[in-house]
């Protein structure tokens, strides 16, 4: 998500209201750098109750067409509800997607940082200096987030000149994983400390790969455990279910009614999908 034009409208239309209530949150805006977000807390606001606005006129407008082809009670209680409850997820999720991509990004930091370490340690070794070495680091993709925030150091360094300490104390406050936070932080106190840091990084590559080793071990017995779960609940168990109910329905004198079996299919199984669909996407069970 960028600074588009739209955003820029929405920031100028509601700006009147952050000014006359001297709405200021640096906590915001230092949440939506860590998000990735290259928007300030008022851009980014506006365009969230811009949308909130935008989403409850379609809606509204949209069921009300409905209510006017087809008027009856239930078209004007859908005109109602949607109405509601559209705007309302439209706002949720706005609001929460800032603290959502900083925590998936802190995830993917902290799934690269053994090899970008050992990266850095690499070309530490060979007498390249640590505003040079980010600089490179910046320019491989491998790393996904990583690269991103290398990108973000080396930015300020060539083209701001800001003075390394400085960019790497403004990286540790904008960075979404405590893993990167800590190892930026050791090369600060050892850079300030006059000591060598091709030590610190053969100690840091170290850790970190025992480190994903021993992760890397516990996502897969808790990918072992989920997929023991998923046999056992939506596919194992809805077979059962339905061999008893049809046979009981076929030699039961007075019937069974089939009613729960559609539940099951159309509500409960797809449900149970989706759950399993969650926890696979929050992380668990993640190997790679």
């Known amino acids: 998500m960028k600074s588009t ?16 209530y001297n709405i200021v949150d640096i906590r915001k805006n230092n949440l939506l750098e860590k998000a990735d977000i290259p928007m300030v807390f008022q851009e980014y606001y506006s365009m969230v109750i811009m949308n909130i606005i935008l989403g ?4 509204f407008i949209s069921t009300l ?3 006017l082809i087809i008027p009856n009670n239930i078209t004007s209680l859908l005109m109602l509800i949607a109405s509601c409850i559209i705007p309302f997820i439209i706002g949720i999720y706005y609001i929460s997607l800032p603290k959502s991509k900083a925590k998936s990004r802190g995830r993917k930091i902290d799934r690269y940082i053994p090899y970008a370490t050992n990266f850095i340690n690499t070309m530490s070794v060979a007498g390249i200096s640590p505003s040079e ?8 993709e491998l790393y996904g987030e990583i690269q991103k925030e290398a990108k973000k150091v080396a930015t300020e360094i060539n083209m701001m000149g800001v003075d390394t300490v400085t960019a790497l104390q403004n990286a540790i406050r904008i960075s979404p994983s405590n893993k990167f936070k800590e190892f930026i932080q050791g090369i600060l106190s050892t850079i300030q400390s006059g000591s060598q840091l091709g030590p610190y990084f053969e100690r840091c590559v170290d850790k970190f790969m025992k480190t994903d080793l021993v992760e890397r071990k516990r996502n897969l ?46 509500l409960i199984l797809p449900m149970a999908y989706f759950g399993f669909y969650v926890m696979m996407h929050s992380g668990m069970g993640e190997t790679i």
């Open 5 to 20: 034009n739209y955003t820029r409208f929405c920031r100028r239309l509601f700006s009147n209201i952050f000014e006359k």
């Open 56 to 59: 409850f006129i379609s809606t």
């Open 65 to 67: 067409i409905l209510y």
């Open 133 to 140: 070495i980010f600089e490179a680091l910046s320019k491989v």
């Open 221 to 266: 017995e808790s990918l072992a455990i989920m997929a023991e779960a998923f046999v056992t609940t939506v596919i194992a168990f809805p077979l059962f279910l339905v061999i008893i109910i049809s046979v009981m329905g076929m030699t039961s004198s007075s019937g069974i009614s089939f009613t729960f079996m559609y539940i099951i299919a159309l």
